[in-house]
């Protein structure tokens, strides 16, 4: 995802890596609440692997 963003004379230019972004608030989030928080990003329309019944 390649995305401009222009406001109040500053222009970003670049792609948003969201595993990365994700990654780093449950790291953040784990520390201050200590516990072990963990994250997984799934593309839109990506197919999900079901899980089995028990």
Do not use: D, Y
């Not at 792609?15 to 989030?29: G, H």
């Amino acid at each position: 995802m390649k995305e401009e963003i222009a406001a109040a004379g500053i222009q970003v230019e670049g792609t948003f890596n969201a595993q990365r972004f994700f990654e780093t608030l449950a790291l953040i989030l784990s520390r201050k609440e200590n516990l072990s928080i963990t994250v997984k990003v799934h593309e839109e329309g990506e197919q999900q692997p079901e899980k089995a019944a028990v």
